[in-house]
């Protein structure tokens, strides 16, 4: 193999040699000088691609750094704004429900409290009207038959107090006739009452018809002939009334109820109840009715606190006259049960109704008790009004405290009375009305609706959600295929130029991006434009730059067309490559600049595009290193390209 080493100098060896790089001359290669450049990927083009990689690796890990943070921070707008709408609606839903049911709770209240109020309003005026009647029906008979208080009995008694019982709009009360008999008359009350009873006995078992099953002897039989009390300290025995002053039997009554194990006539109210006896006391004093609170009989076991309203009856039916006598009471004892019963015609369950009165409770026939200071002794009585019907809680206050602020209390019965009118430690008969919810009648406000459009808001947010990801995921594969043509389009133009030029055309494509040209590689005015001298922008003026010192290798394969003539194309193909694959390898170990290739002739340069000092002697260095690779690479070729490969030869040229 022979060797051909020629450095050329001008005569004066002081003046420069001038070297042009000019970037369109790269594509004057031919298809060999392709097919080597492809080939030299782990050679000097490594070094550029490398460059060009960390690059477009750079760009492309901001990039995608800028896209990752985009998406946390719409992920996260679009959870709090799922998380805030959701709970915003879920709020809404439950303050709707939540003012519906104080508004429908406020509506049942004022409505049970105006029907109360016009029920007990009814019931005295009805009492009222009552006792105004017997008043001057026995002033009309003691002109006409010679009759007088207290004794006096009702005719049709029965009849006049069921339809006293009608008026009062109340189920089922108790109305009872009770005359004030003076101490001297007491004995002629005992006979008046023994001749009587037989009578008004027979009267209301007439009128109450088959809601009685007794007879007028069945009652005689229960019935004590005089004045009398049951005596606590004599196991409740009947005792006759023997202590001075007037005393109040208990006559007629409606409903007629067989007495278990004796009648209530002949019994002296004011010895045997000393809320009976207040009350009495007030009505005396005022002149007027009076309400309290009182134990009630069921039956003969049972007795539940209800409501005494007593209303006086006069001997005069005057009520103007200022000589009227008080010389009877009649009075109307209702269970609190049956008086809330109706008072809504809505089925609406769920609603307390606290009943309490002013005044404390007067028990058997000892003293007021004002010692007991739990809830349960007070006279308070709750209820619970479901719709039409009623049921009783207890004799406490048993609404629950967690609608306390809720409470809608009115005055049920105010009887406008001057407490100096009072006898000495009386209390002014007042009763208060509590209406309350209770979780049953808010339970029936409450529904799914929170939770449904709740959850209807989060799948709404979770659909546009998932819309966002698949979007993004198409955007994001579209963003990945530009990329991976941006940097396989970068390696090639890595490939064609060097760094130095490269980076200049991205700086004169970024100012063509401003004026709206961006497509960087693709147009006319774009890098494939310029390598392939199509740039419209850059006009006559290509990117070039002048390297006054360079040393300039040339290497040509000696006996190569000889070769190449008795070879196929691939087997050519392979020698070029192999070899000034080789020749990259060394260019890029010595710093050399590969400027070209022409058929089999390798074109470098020393000293560009970075200038240096000792350009020469690397450009003389890489020749050298050229000449023995080729002794080396025809030798690994001589196998499979044929012997004679071996009679290849490498001659080199250094101009400076």
Known sequence: MSYHSSFKENDERSVRSQFTLLSSSHHSSTREESASSNSSSDGYLDHNNSKMGGFSQFVGKREEANVVKARILVANILLLAAMGVAAATNMIVKQQEQTQFENQFAAYAEEIVTISQSKANQLFDALDSFATSIGAQAAADHATHNTSWPFYRIPNWSVQAKRLAELTGVADPTIALVPIVHEDERDQWNSFAKEQNPIWYQESIDHQGSTTDFTVDELLQRTIPYIHFYDPENGYEPTPVRGPGEVFPYFQAYPLRLGNPFMTMNVDILSSSNQTKELFRITEKIRGPTIGFSQLRIDAETSILGSQIVQPIYDEADTEAEDRKIVAITGIGLHWLDYFKNVLTERQDGLIVVLESACPRLYGRGTIRQNFKESSKRNIISYQVDGPNAVFLGEADL??????????????????????????????????????????????????????????????????????LLYDYSVGK??????????????????????????????????????GDDDM?????????????????????????????????????????????AREPHQVFILLETIFGAFDKLAYRHGIFKVETVGDCYVAAAGLPEPTDDHAVVACRFARECVKKMKDVILKLEVSLGPDTSELGLRTGIHR
């Open 521 to 565: 590689l693709d147009n006319d005015d774009g890098l494939i434009g310029f390598a392939d001298g199509r740039s419209k922008s850059m006009g006559s003026a290509p990117l070039a730059d002048l390297f006054p010192i360079v040393t300039v290798v040339f290497a040509d394969l000696v006996g190569f067309t000889a070769w190449s003539s």
């Open 399 to 468: 609404h629950d405290p967690a609608y306390d602020d809720l409470v809608v209390s009115e005055t049920f019965v105010d009887l406008d009375i001057d407490q100096s009118q009072l006898p000495e430690g009386s209390c002014i008969p007042v009763l208060t009305l509590h209406v309350y919810p209770s979780s049953e009648f808010e339970d029936s406000f409450r529904t799914d609706n929170a939770t449904s459009y709740t959850i209807a808001v989060i799948a709404i947010f979770g659909f546009t959600s998932l819309v966002f």
């Open 478 to 515: 579209r963003q990945r295929t530009v990329m991976d043509r941006i940097v396989k389009q970068d390696r090639i133009v890595s490939d064609i130029f060097p760094t130095a030029i490269r980076d200049r055309l991205y700086e004169n494509q970024a100012n063509n991006m401003l004026t």
